[in-house]
Structures are given as C-alpha cells and as structure tokens.
C-alpha cells in the first residue's frame, strides 16, 4: 500500500483529534467526572493510535496506546483525573502534536517520549493509591448477564423461540492489530443474518461501522443452528481471534431498558435486584454532543477556486444570451433565461458559501493556550467564546490565528491583573477574558475583551514621548482615545520588563498591520481598572470586495471601497496648484490631485478643460489623494484576480476583476497611486 | 526543447500567418486558438502586451506577436485568433493574423535559425521549417513571452 496517498488525511484527521483532545482534556479539567467527556477522549486517542499503527508511526502509536491505558483507568473510575493526571495528559497530547508534525515536515529528528512513558505507567500503577475501594465491580469481563433488551427486542427472541430457535449470546474477539475491524464486525453480522436474526449487539452497529470498539463485541442473535455450528462459521472469518457462544437466557419478565433518555418506563415491574443495575447503565444518557459530527467532505481550495471561476463564467454566459434574446426578441428564451438567472445565482451563493469556515477553527487552540500562559504567569483567567460558528473566507481564517494569539497574550500579560491586585480592587480574583465573533452586514467583528486594568492614556502619551514617537506638545494636544491608540505605532510598548509573553512592543504593532493587509480594521476602546476591548473588523472575504467601478475615457477601473472616503463633485477653478502639483481644498484640508488618465498613460486622453469634475477622495493611513475621473459606475461587488507572472508588479495596478459583461477591468492599487 | 526527444522524429505545428509570411509553434505549447475578444489595456507595460483577456474566469496576458517581432501592424479582421498558449507554467494569448493549419514535419527539414535570419530577432525563432515549396518559420515561445525562470522577469 501506499502510504504516502493517505498522508495528507492522516495529517490532517491528527490534527483535528488532537484539537478535540485538547479542547476535552481541558472540559474535564472543571469536570472530572465527566464520563462523556472520558468517552470522547478515548476515541479521539483510539482512533489516532490506530491511524498512525495504520501508517507505521510507531511512535505515535505507543504514546496513544500508553494514554488510553490510564484513560481507560479514568473510565472506569478507577483512577481519579487530578492535576497530576491532567497535566501528563496535556503533556502527551503535546507530545503527539510534536510527532505529527515531525510526520508532518518530514523531518528526522527524534523526539524522546521515554520520559513520558514512564510517568505514564507511573500513574496507571499509582491506581491503587487514589481508587476507591473497589465497590463498584462493573468492569468486570462481559457475562451473559449484563445485557438488557427493549421491549421489542425481548417479543422478538421469544417469538423466534416459540418457533423453535434459540437465542445466543456470542462474544466476538477480533485479533490484535486488526486494521477493519468495522469491515470484520460487518462480516460477522451477515454471517449471523444468514444463519438467523440478530438481535443486538453491544456495542450497536453504528458504533460498530465507526470501529468505536476495542477488539471484542458481542452480538445476541436467534438462530435454528448449533451453537457449534455459529463458532465454526465466524471462525472462518479471517482476523477473528475467538469467538464464545453461550445460550442466551431469555429474561423472563420485561427488565428495565437501557435505551437512553428514552424517558421512564413503568416502574411497576422493577425487581430489586435490578436497581442495582441502575447506576451502571445511567452515564449512557445524554447524546448532546454526538451531533457534532456531522457529515462533511474536504476538498482541496484550488478546486473551489476553479469552481467559483466556472461559476462566473456561466453567470457571464447567460447575459450573452440574455442579450440575444432582446435583440432578436425571442420571448420563450428570455422566460428560460430568467429561470436560468436565479439559479446561477443560487449557485454563486452556494459556491461563496462552500469556501467558507466557522471561525471556531481558530479560537479552538486558544483555551489551551490562555490556560498554560495563565499559569506561566500565576494569574487566574477564564476564556469565554462566543460565536465561534461565525463563518469566513478559508483565506481569512489562515491568517487571522496570530494576531488574535498576540491580543489575547497581551490581555493576559498586560490585561488581567494578579489574583491578590484584582481582590484588593474589589474584583473577582479570577479574570474574565471575551472572544466574541459576530456578522455586522458585510463584516465579521471580532472581540478580544479583558476585565483587566485597562490602558491609561496618560502612560501611553508619557512612553510615546519617551521613545520618540511623538512630541511632547503633540501629547498635550491628544485626547484619550487617540492616546490609546498609539499602542498600534511601531516600536511602542508599555511593559517595562521584556517577557517572553510580550514587551518587546512589536505586538500590536504587528497585529495592526497584519489585519489591515487583510482588508480589516483594528480598534481600541478601553477604561482604567475595567478592562481593554479590542475591536477587529474584517471583510467576509479576501476574494470579494466592495469596490467603486469608474469610467476614464473608455477605460473601466474598480477602486477598492474599504479605501475611499467619498466622491466629491469640483468645478475646474476649484483646482489650485502647489509648486505645480494639483490640489484642493476640502474641508480646510489640502487634498493632492491625481488625473487617472495621465497616471495610467490613457491613450486618446482629451485634454478637454470639463467644466465638472468627479474627484473619488481616497485615503491610505493617514495620508488623503483626490482621483479624477471622467465618470462614475457604480459601486460593485467584484471578484479579485491576479494578473498573473507575468505581469506581475506593475504599479498602479493591484489586480483584475471580470465585469458583468466580460470584459476584464484592472483594479487600482491607491497606495502607489498615491506616491 | 521537450518536443525534440520524441521518436517519431516528427513534429506537429499549428501554423498561423503574420503578414505574408507562414509562422509554427508546437503543437504541445497550445491550449486553444479563439477569436479576437475584448482585451482590457495594462498601463505601465511594454507595448508589444495588448493587454488582458478573461478566458473562462482566468485573466491573460495577450501578446501582439507582430508589435513583438517588429512587424508592420494590420488591422484586426475575421481571421485574427489568439492563441492561449502555454510555456513554463505561465499561460498567455498572442494575437495572429489567421491561423492557418495544423501539420506535421520532420525534424531534418527543419534548419537552425541563424542560417536565414540575420538581425535582432533570431532568439525569437527556434528554426526555419521546409515543406515543399513552403517556409514554416518556428517560434521559440520563450523569448517571445519574455519570461525566463531565471531571471524573473
């Protein structure tokens, strides 16, 4: 087999596991006992042992299989999960992102995880110290005894037994190392359909499908055949280890069910001995989190690309056709066409909408990384994550992960104050730390907010001053808000000693830029000893923007909305000249003029003296231009696409766009427009 | 070249004209020939680039091959094509004044192009081809795009 065509999915089905590890490991940190929780740990670890047994990391594997050994301690509340436990168990998880990244690289390098092993089995051994007195014998090797039937399960076996046939009850060992199991589990079923009925099996067939097992499962079926006979028709199945065939004893009155949360049944019939039961059958309860799943396919984002270009390509098409069926008034196809136009544009929607991901993908690593970085740090901090559902463009989500690292590092180091500061100020001792992701229109807004002590602008003004940032009098004349602001200038920071966390002042700095390359918008707002809100603005998606379509001579260019102020109509007089450069005067501000049509060499660029002017103010940083153009369109949702190698780094020009008709028209770049 | 090593010895050329005069490019190099559409200019590029042209929701670079070769211009007529040709990763249209043909030579009737062509644009041309009476000038793609992996530009 090859392996190396699996790569990628291993790669990326580790990864995704050891997210849900984490986000698990770190639930049962507040919730201990949480035996789902303890379930959905062990089938995330189960299933990345097998997977990397599958692709031959050994490694991997052993580390998998020492963890599930103490999971399954944890399981079966024999082991109890205290801090020691958890943070091996952190740990390891580390540990494994390690080796799958080590996979992932391809590198040689070895990573020890002797160590690891070793607390490990400390901790499995250490069991007898913590366990409870071993009251609670249900982990006991399966017996006949402990499986229940529903009612309709119970008038099945003995309808099939008033026919003659008997009930088994049919304990199935696979072999070690077996790499279907679901397939073999599958076999074993037909084999048992064409000999009988099956009844049930433990675990049911969809977590059989799924290889949610070890190596047993056992299966109550009816059947006229020997019992003989059933052992030596599964035996023949290859992979199978063992197989154990006992008669299934029908219970005689209808026994409590385990169907969960299938509400109460009558009471009346309960036998005493059966309340014993109970307790083991109730953690199977809830099934809430199951829904996660989902059903999903991963494709690769050049193909959605190319599915989106295909999409427009239609979209262009059809108003091709459009246009032949008014001018040669064809009515019956202007009818068809209409229909075709609603659902081309389904399909455009549908197409934008496949490329997008719930930014949760992001914010799950950042419980893990708040929870380590608060220790480091002796503060006491809860995350709190809202609307991690929100979706974006794929391309966003790949960048947007630093900078909100940065934000978030920065609220805890400079944010939250220590547990005894925060007491003596009458606060909580633990400190409260928001990520919050919400739509607002075209936008998705993203909150980093602390309770912590804030920003004081009068230190912000007094640092800038200090590093040369600013000048003293330009400090006097700020006002708060812009003071704050200056924590996103290059080269600023506040915290007088350099940690490893933050203080070396290319933080927000860096965070700013970043967004902004993405189109977005950072912002401040922040009150002393209440805590700092970051606000992060960024567009739905790099690939669509909002852009000003405008006319020069017979040129069409788009000019990126998120860069212009407004559009202003001037007369020719109003155009004044500074040491021969064009300008205006807006607002008491001096505008410098561009003419689109010499900046671009428009050939045929009538020198005719208009009497108005279209001027589309733009602005970059701080810096303001006034473009004149002959005429405007309209605003527009376009497309970005790239020129290409070819034509690559020309200025002036930041890409292309497909107009509605086909026609290709050159978006403008209004940073070098404005050098 | 990649084409020279095939076995057959032959080469299949899709022929076009520029003026009065017969022009070749390898068949492999050519993705489809399409007639002349909307090409939106580029500023700040050198003349012989007509501009852009959207091929199914992809943007191209369009070359005006005679511009390019020096050649006197002719007016856009029914015949002209582009054709969307391939080199290096980078995928282009050149404008020609009709496409013609495709054909297949042998490789020996082809000549190396200092042998007829003197002057400024041999390193456009691969070769001269000769068929019957007929004169297939070859074109060296490359050059003529202007784009060299190692110099980047």
Do not use: W
Not at chain 1, 370 to 390: A, C, P, W
Not at chain 1, 543 to 566: H, R, T
């Amino acid at each position: 087999m090859d392996i190396n065509q699996y790569m990628g999915m291993f790669l990326e089905e580790s990864r995704e596991h050891l997210q849900t590890l984490n986000r698990c490991v770190l639930d049962l940190e507040h919730d201990p006992s949480n035996l789902q929780l303890l379930d959905e740990i062990f089938r995330s670890a189960h299933t990345i042992k097998g997977m990397s047994a599958t692709m031959g990391f050994t490694t991997i594997a052993e580390l998998t299989h020492e963890m599930e050994n103490i999971l399954d301690l944890l399981r079966k509340s024999r082991l109890i999960a205290n801090e020691d436990i958890l943070n091996t168990l952190f740990k390891c998880i580390d540990t494994l992102e390690q080796l799958v990244e080590k996979v992932a690289s391809n590198s040689d390098s070895e990573i020890d995880i002797k160590v690891l092993l070793n607390k490990i089995t400390a901790l499995a051994k250490g069991e007898t110290a913590v366990s409870p007195p071993a009251a609670v014998p249900q982990g006991k090797p399966v017996s006949a005894s402990t499986i229940t039937f529903s009612d309709t399960e119970v008038n099945v076996l003995q309808a099939a037994q008033n026919q003659g046939m008997r009930a088994y009850e049919i304990q199935v060992s696979l072999r070690a190392g077996c790499l279907l199991k679901s397939a073999r589990a599958y076999m074993v079923m037909n084999a048992l359909e064409e000999l009988g009925e099956v009844i049930k099996s433990i675990p049911a067939t969809e977590e059989l499908e799924k290889e949610n097992f070890d190596h047993s499962f056992r299966v109550v079926a009816v059947t006229g055949a020997e019992p003989e006979k059933l052992e030596q028709t599964l035996l023949a199945i290859s992979e199978i280890d063992k197989v154990i065939v006992l008669p299934c004893s029908l219970p005689v009155k209808v026994p409590i069910t385990a169907v969960p949360s299938a509400a109460v049944k009558p009471a009346a019939t309960e036998k005493a001995e059966e309340k014993d039961k109970q307790p083991t059958v109730n953690p199977a309860v809830p099934v809430e989190k199951k829904l996660k799943g989902g059903q999903s396919v991963r494709v690769d984002i050049d193909k959605l690309d190319t599915l989106l270009n295909l999409v427009g390509e239609l979209v262009i098409n059809k108003t091709r056709l459009e246009q032949i069926g008014l001018t040669h008034r064809l009515v019956d196809l202007v009818e068809t066409i209409e229909q075709m136009d609603r659902v081309t544009t389904d399909l455009q929607a549908v197409v934008m909408k496949v490329r997008m991901v719930p930014v949760g993908q992001v914010f799950n690593r950042f419980p893990r990384m708040v929870r380590d970085l608060s220790r480091d740090l002796n503060k006491e901090v809860n995350l709190i994550i809202q609307g991690e559902e929100t979706e974006l463009d794929r391309t966003v989500i790949d960048e947007i992960g630093d900078p909100l690292v940065h934000l978030l590092r920065n609220a805890i180091d400079h944010g939250i104050e220590s547990p005894q500061e925060r007491q003596a100020k009458g606060k909580t001792a633990i400190g409260e730390i928001r990520l919050i992701a919400r739509h607002e229109g075209n936008n998705v807004i993203i909150v980093v907010e602390d309770d912590g002590k804030g920003i004081n602008p009068e230190i912000i003004k007094q640092k800038a001053v200090q590093k040369g940032l600013i000048t003293q009098s330009e400090a006097e004349k700020m006002d708060a808000a812009e003071a704050v602001r200056l924590v996103f200038m290059a080269g600023f920071s506040t915290s007088d000693t350099v940690t490893d966390v933050s203080g070396r002042g290319v933080g927000m700095d860096a965070v700013k830029t970043k967004i902004e390359s993405l189109g977005g918008m950072v912002d401040v707002e922040t009150k002393i000893n209440e805590g700092s809100k970051f606000k992060i603005r960024l567009p739905l998606t790099l690939a669509i923007i909002q852009a000003l379509l405008v006319k020069v001579c017979e040129e069409i260019y788009a000019i990126p909305l998120g860069s212009i102020d407004s559009t202003i109509n001037i007369k020719y007089e109003d155009i004044k000249t500074i040491q021969s450069q064009e300008v205006i005067l807006l607002r008491g501000q001096i505008i410098p003029i561009v003419r689109l049509s010499n900046m671009l060499n428009v050939p045929e660029a009538s020198e005719q003296a208009q009497e108005d002017l279209f001027v589309v103010i733009v602005h970059m940083g701080d810096q303001r231009a006034g473009i004149i153009v002959d005429t405007l369109i309209g605003q527009q949702e376009i497309v970005i696409k790239s020129l290409g190698k070819l034509l690559a780094g020309i200025k002036v020009i930041a890409g292309a766009t497909i107009l509605g008709n086909g026609q290709v028209a050159l978006i403008l770049d209004v940073g070098s427009l404005m050098q | 070249m990649a084409e020279k090593t095939y076995s057959t010895n032959e080469l299949q050329l899709v022929v076009f004209k520029l003026g009065k005069e017969e022009y070749g490019v390898s068949i492999l190099q050519v993705q489809e020939i399409k007639r002349i559409t909307d090409i939106t200019r580029v500023p700040h590029t050198p003349d012989y680039i007509k501009g852009v042209m959207n091929l199914r929701g992809s943007v191209l670079p369009v070359i005006d091959l005679k511009k390019r070769l020096n050649l006197s211009a002719l007016e856009y007529s029914d015949d002209t094509r582009i054709i969307i040709v391939k080199v290096n990763e980078i995928t282009v249209g050149i404008i020609v004044d009709a496409v013609s043909e495709v054909l297949t030579i042998n490789q020996e009737s082809i000549e190396p192009p200092q042998t007829v062509a003197g002057g400024g644009i041999t390193h456009y041309l691969s070769g001269v081809g000769k068929l019957d009476d007929r004169l297939l000038i070859l074109l060296n793609l490359e050059t003529i795009i202007g784009y060299s992996q190692e110099t980047g530009k």
